[in-house]
Every structure is written in structure tokens, then in C-alpha cells.
């Protein structure tokens, strides 16, 4: 039996500290839906369309219709608009746009509001001035203009819309009859299959005042394949399912002999939860609907370990674990639509998330525990991702799930990222945009906004509200200093902080791919306590030493010291720290987290001081991570 406790622990608790947020979430082991919560629930599923829109790249690909490594405007012209900064045609190839490799800037708060674009809109966008961050080919960058463009290259090379191509190639053949581009379409494509209307999900936002606000999804139209897909967990199991069924095999966990629901959970609207185990098997292992013969899957299984193969180095990550006091390595890398790491402790774990605005999800899946896990939320920046991965993180983490590991480990794998944004070329607008912007915190003006934000600006925040959120800032900081910790994320992102009289602000904007503004935020704190003070300069101190010897003004409650210790020391022997920064502050001024490191690793302490003693001489340690 699987112990689904430490999967789904985190889904309930978001649940319970948000009951009136829709939710919906599944368990997959042996290729089918094990455990669930809401299945038939359809919910926005944002860039988890992105694996689907990959594979059917990969079909055209394999049929002669579509090359991957030659450039992509043989199919779509207007792609040859595109220029590199130095007036060079870019010739992108479907290769590069399928793996996040094309050299154009992440883009999410801007292109989220463009998927009803029409194509000839779209047409005159490529020839609009789009800018690139790094040579096409040479980096990893999240990109949703890319995958825009490489749907509109598959609707040129099938002679079919996106919508329909995805239909006809991979979704009917997998019975997925709650997925299709646009609600209409999937109550069309439920009806068509004899099934009961489908109950939709509501996409919403929460506000600062803790109220929820009801978003109204956009129509399918030329960003629909950065995220315009709707589905439901059952018929996501489906595809997840056949996504693990081509990995190294089912695990090595038992399997319940049926569904094991939620408490109070109605279940599946078109059928009752025991039943959906009932799935047979294709030749291939794929689960199939309820009482139905499954058909073979529409991809091979070599298309399928393309899908999540690593095409393009993200990073490598080296952690120090502090319970097990083992180093553990990670190499990141993005495949076709898909996100993995191979982590040397536990294997391989593919995912992909996605955001939207009223949405927020996520499915991931362990080949070597054979695993998976969806999970579809009705909220904006749901941390979907977050809560899979922390689930994950605990299941694996006992002795009865852990996946078997081969002996070629990584454990000795280089610290590796991409080269710092300094090295590359800043967009001109990025070194003056922290004073203009602070200009703009300590001032609006609406008409200046309108010269600088794009338009997803007040579609995010409301300009009223943003009028109310900067003023609550200027009131906790009070009069600005310069600016200062200016750090340039990428060509096109910059974060910056202030200190004023009364606290300080930590701040970030981001250019979207015309070079208008796409996101600011803003995170005001008060001044720490004193004794918070005292102590962050004292571990900067005894950081600076080799031999790390803890200081007396930090005391310790339910934390392990000598594991502390251990974890500061091998810190320490990764590389010189930079300067102690703090990166956030509690409610209370006694609290603050404290951030020690260099760009190779970082210590991470949370200290708090009493509220209600201002002379107190020591904080205690609350929390620390490596």
C-alpha cells in the first residue's frame, strides 16, 4: 500500500488555509489514478500544454512534414523579421524554440494576456522590434514567444489551427474528452462522447485585501500554445501515465487495489471513484477509459523519452543536506516541453508547471519510485509546483518509497550555471530602470506608467491598487536612500534595494521581448530589532573565519547545533561569503531572514528577537537551510 500521506500532505493543507480556492489533484503509480480529489474538475492548466504541443512537433517531425534544425521561417515567413542585436537574422529552428533555447527573453506577465492574438496580428509582432537576450542556440531562457511561434510554425506545416491539430493527433486518440483549447470545446468534446456536461473550475485572484477576484479566461488564438489547453487531473493521469510508462519501468512500491478518495469527496462526475482504476492497458501500457479497450498510444515510446530527455543544460546544483549530512547534486536541464533534474540521491524527476491568471498547476512524476502527482488549483501563482515538490521530497525521503539509485551517481558534479548577466549585453533601458522606477514609487504618475508599462501591467494590478501598494511602501520605508544591491538578473531583469528612514524595500522589474515594463515588484519591511542586528553582523563575522565558531548572540531552539555548525563549515569551505544581506522580514520587526553566500551556495538563517524587549541581547534561530 502507498502511504499517500506525505504526497498530498501539502495539497490539503493549502486546501484548508484556502477552502474557498478550487482544487484538484491525483496520484499516479503503475500507470493508473490511484488517488484523487475532484478528477473531472477542468481547470486552465496554462504551460502544462506546452509537452502536448512538443509532441505534436515531434509527430509532424517524424512523418517528413517538419524539421527540426532548419530555420523556421521556410514555414513561417514572418519569423524571418527577427533580428539579433546586431542585425543579423536570428534563424531559429523548432529545435531551439522546443527547448528553450531560442534566446528570447521570459515573458510570462506579458504574453499570459496575448493568447487570442489573431495570426495576422501575431505576423506583424515578429516584425515588430523583438528582442533577443543571447545568441539563439548557446543558453537556457524561458521563453513563451517561443513556443507561440512554434505553434504558429505547426499550423502552417499541418494546414490545420493549433486546436485542431492537437485534437486530431493526440487527444481523441486518448480518449481525452475533457481537453481542448477553449470551454465550448470541451463541453463539444464531452457531448461528442456521450458524457455529462463538464463542471469547470473558476479562475481567480486574490487581492490584497484577502478577497477574491473571478478572472475571465481569454480565447484560443496564436499564444494559445504557450498555455491555452483545459483539463481535468483523469484525463491528465492519462497522459502523465504514458509519459512514465516510457521511463524505466512501474517502481518499486505497492498499489493499492482501489481508489482510495478523499474524505467527502464526491468523486468523478462520469463515473464513481472505484472505478477509475478500472483502466486497461494497450500493447504499450497505457491506461485507457473506464470499460474501453485503450488504443495505442499516438506516440512512440522513443517520442516520448525525447519529450523529457534533457536537450538543454539549465544548471547543476549542489545542496548540503543537513539531517543526513551528505552533500546531494542535481543537474537541471529542459527537454521538449518538459522540465527534469537527475538528483543523486533519488533519480529522475520530470515536471512541468504552469501559471495563468486564475490558475495555477502542476504534474510531476519519479521514474525510479514510479510515481506521479497532478495538481490544478483556481488561483493565480497557486504554488502548485512548490507543494508537488516539498510532497515528493518526504515521500522519497522514506526508507519504504526510495527509489533504487544506479552506481554512476553525480554526487561529484561540478557547480555549474550559465554565465552571470553582468558578462552579457544589458539592454539599454536596464541600468537607469531602478532610478526610474523609484521615481515612479515616490511619485506616480499615471502618465508616465502609460509611456513605460505594457499592457498586462494594469490587467495584473489594477492600477488603483497599485497606487494603494506603493503607498503603503513609501509609508513603511519612509524617506529613500540611494539606491544600492543593484543586481541585473538577465539582459532584461534587474532587482535593486532602498533603505529609508524607517525600513527598507527590496524591488524588481522586468522588460518584456518590445522593451516596455512587464512586472514590478515591490516587498516593503521596517527595520529589524536591534538584537537581529547584532547578530547578523556577528555571523558575518564568523563566516569570514575558517574555523566557524558559533556566536553567543545567537542562541538555538529545536534546532540541531552541531548539525549547524556542520552545515556552516561546509559553507564556509565552498567559497569566500559575500557580505550578509537581509532578503526578508516577519510581520514583527524581530523577525528577519538573514541570507549569508556567494553565487555557488548560500546559508539561510530565519533569527527573531522579542517584540516586547527592545534591549534584548541575543535572537534565537528558527530555521536554517543550505
Not at 84 to 98: I, N, V
Not at 288 to 311: C, I, K, N, V, Y
Not at 375 to 399: H, K, V, W
Request: with cysteine; proline share 8%; net charge negative.
Amino acid at each position: 500500500m502507498i502511504d499517500y500521506a506525505p504526497l498530498t500532505a501539502p495539497l490539503e493543507e493549502f486546501r484548508q488555509a484556502q477552502p474557498d480556492v478550487d482544487l484538484a489533484y491525483g496520484v499516479i503509480a503503475e500507470g493508473r489514478l490511484v488517488h484523487a480529489a475532484q478528477p473531472d474538475r477542468v481547470f486552465r492548466i496554462a504551460s502544462m500544454t506546452k509537452s502536448f504541443v512538443a509532441a505534436a512537433a515531434l509527430l509532424l517531425r517524424d512523418r517528413g512534414t517538419l524539421g527540426f534544425d532548419e530555420p523556421v521561417e521556410r514555414m513561417l515567413p514572418s519569423a524571418g523579421r527577427l533580428r539579433l542585436p546586431d542585425g543579423r537574422p536570428a534563424r531559429l529552428t523548432m529545435r531551439q524554440l522546443l527547448s528553450m533555447q531560442a534566446g528570447l527573453p521570459t515573458d510570462d506577465p506579458w504574453a499570459d494576456r496575448l493568447e487570442a492574438t489573431s495570426p495576422e496580428d501575431f505576423d506583424r509582432l515578429l516584425g515588430s522590434g523583438i528582442r533577443f537576450i543571447a545568441e539563439p542556440g548557446t543558453r537556457f531562457k524561458y521563453a513563451n514567444l517561443g513556443y507561440a511561434i512554434a505553434g504558429r510554425v505547426l499550423e502552417e506545416a499541418s494546414r490545420r489551427s493549433l486546436p485542431e491539430l492537437i485534437a486530431a493527433e493526440i487527444l481523441d486518440p486518448l480518449g481525452l474528452h475533457s481537453t481542448g483549447f477553449s470551454a465550448d470545446n470541451v463541453r463539444r468534446r464531452r457531448a461528442d462522447a456521450g458524457l455529462p456536461a463538464p463542471e469547470f473550475a473558476t479562475g481567480r485572484r486574490r487581492r490584497p485585501d484577502d478577497t477574491l477576484e473571478d478572472l475571465k479566461p481569454t480565447g484560443p488564438g496564436a499564444f494559445s500554445a504557450i498555455g491555452g489547453l483545459y483539463s481535468s487531473v483523469e484525463d491528465l493521469s492519462v497522459w502523465v501515465s504514458g509519459l512514465m510508462a516510457a521511463g524505466h519501468g512501474a517502481g518499486v512500491i505497492a498499489v493499492p487495489d482501489s481508489v482510495e478518495p478523499r474524505p467527502g469527496d464526491a468523486g468523478s462526475a462520469s463515473r464513481p471513484p472505484a472505478e477509475l482504476p478500472n483502466m486497461p492497458e494497450s500493447e504499450d501500457g497505457l491506461p485507457g477509459p473506464t470499460g474501453t479497450q485503450a488504443p495505442a498510444h499516438p506516440l512512440s515510446r522513443a517520442q516520448r523519452q525525447e519529450l523529457q530527455a534533457a536537450h538543454r543544460l539549465i544548471e547543476v546544483r549542489n545542496r548540503f543536506d543537513i539531517a543526513a549530512g551528505t552533500a546531494v547534486a542535481q543537474v537541471h536541464a529542459y527537454g521538449f516541453g518538459l522540465r527534469s533534474a537527475e538528483d543523486s540521491r533519488s533519480g529522475t524527476a520530470v515536471w512541468h508547471s504552469g501559471g495563468y491568471p486564475g490558475f495555477g498547476s502542476s504534474m510531476r512524476w519519479h521514474t525510479g519510485a514510479g510515481l506521479g502527482v497532478i495538481a490544478l488549483a483556481g488561483l493565480s501563482r497557486a504554488p502548485m509546483e512548490a507543494l508537488l515538490e516539498r510532497g515528493f521530497a518526504d515521500a522519497l525521503s522514506r526508507a519504504e518509497n526510495r527509489p533504487r539509485v544506479p552506481e554512476r551517481e553525480i554526487s561529484a558534479a561540478r557547480e555549474w550555471r550559465p554565465a552571470a548577466a553582468q558578462h552579457a549585453q544589458l539592454w539599454p533601458e536596464l541600468p537607469e530602470l531602478p532610478q526610474v522606477m523609484e521615481a515612479l514609487i515616490a511619485d506616480f504618475d499615471d502618465a508616465r506608467a502609460d509611456a513605460l508599462f505594457s499592457a498586462n501591467m494594469d490587467a495584473d494590478v489594477p492600477r488603483g491598487e497599485r497606487h494603494d501598494l506603493l503607498a503603503r511602501s513609501r509609508t513603511v520605508v519612509g524617506a529613500p536612500g540611494p539606491v544600492e544591491d543593484v543586481r541585473y538578473l538577465s539582459p532584461a531583469r534587474v532587482s535593486w534595494r532602498v533603505q529609508g528612514e524607517h525600513g527598507w524595500r527590496r524591488a524588481m522589474a522586468s522588460l518584456n521581448p518590445l522593451g516596455q515594463v512587464q512586472s514590478l515588484t515591490v516587498e516593503s519591511y521596517p527595520a529589524p530589532h536591534p538584537a537581529v542586528d547584532r547578530a547578523f553582523a556577528r555571523m558575518t563575522e564568523a563566516l569570514a573565519g575558517f574555523d566557524f565558531l558559533w556566536p553567543r548572540e545567537v542562541e538555538f531552539a529545536g534546532a540541531d547545533l552541531v548539525s549547524l555548525v556542520k552545515a556552516a563549515r561546509v559553507a564556509r569551505t565552498l567559497g569566500e561569503p559575500e557580505l550578509g544581506r537581509y532578503i526578508a522580514t516577519g510581520e514583527s520587526w524581530g523577525t528577519a531572514e538573514v541570507r549569508f553566500g556567494t553565487s555557488i551556495w548560500h546559508l539561510t538563517l530565519e533569527l527573531t528577537a522579542p517584540r516586547d524587549y527592545a534591549g534584548a541581547k541575543a535572537c534565537t534561530l528558527v530555521n536554517i537551510s543550505l
